[in-house]
């Protein structure tokens, strides 16, 4: 079975646009919800944005986290031709960021995506430091 | 904010042919792995199959979800273009099963998937009885 290692883990997850963030829900056992990011070293970045309509930025993820940091992050091919199918987990603690430590995050952000071009595009963000990785890959 | 209904969640779940499972670990807090499914009511049959390479059929997902049965599958659609962004959230609890009650289920991942046309495709599957629907989308 195909195992990816560390660094073609770090890589694929760091190339991925779009990721699925797993965390802890105190009633419900789990939670999901798909976000963007971007990868520095063993952290990853996740906006909470201004961007995309919600009717709060106190979304039930940081209260999951608030409550217990553990989470997971995913990045993934899906296709239909399965010889070409990989995915990649990162495991790892997150934490809510705000003020001052946003200005390299948004900056990190806006250059992968325009959508967080403008200073007000983010109003906080989770950072996961990343402990463990496992990647399997269909070839 | 846009939010769906049940029967649109339900609708766009059993229209997408591959999800994300999230389940309960007991160390690490959530795994998060993608799966590919079909929906019949308010059950979602996920196969454990013989066709992707694994070194056992005895997977985490079943260690965690015979610990803790709370899971949570999560489909969407993701693209550059944000107006477009969708997802449905499905909780429920899970269950392993296998022999005689496998028959049906492996037609219907048939009927979806190409992959399971063979009888010794799939050696047991995932129950998913969905308790909740959240659903959101752009707009």
């Known amino acids: 079975v195909p ?11 760091g190339n ?7 965390t802890v829900h105190p009633d419900r056992g789990v939670d999901a919800v798909p976000v963007v990011g971007a990868i520095d070293g063993s952290t990853v970045w996740i906006p909470v944005d201004t961007v995309k309509p919600k009717s709060t930025t106190r979304l039930r993820r940081l209260a999951n986290i608030a409550t217990d940091p553990r989470v997971c992050l995913l990045a993934e091919h899906y296709g239909d031709d399965w010889d ?9 603690t997150a934490q809510e960021v ?14 992968r995506f325009d959508q967080y071009a403008m200073a007000d595009s983010v109003s906080s963000a989770i950072a996961v430091q990343v402990t463990g990785w496992t990647g399997w890959s269909a070839r």
């Open 3 to 13: 195992r990816l290692d560390e660094d073609e883990c770090r890589r694929r997850l």
């Open 84 to 92: 070409q199918l990989w995915w990649v987990r990162a495991h790892g």
């Open 98 to 111: 705000a003020g001052h430590d946003l200005h390299g995050v948004r900056a990190a952000l806006a250059a």
């Open 16 to 22: 991925t646009r779009h990721l699925v963030l797993a």
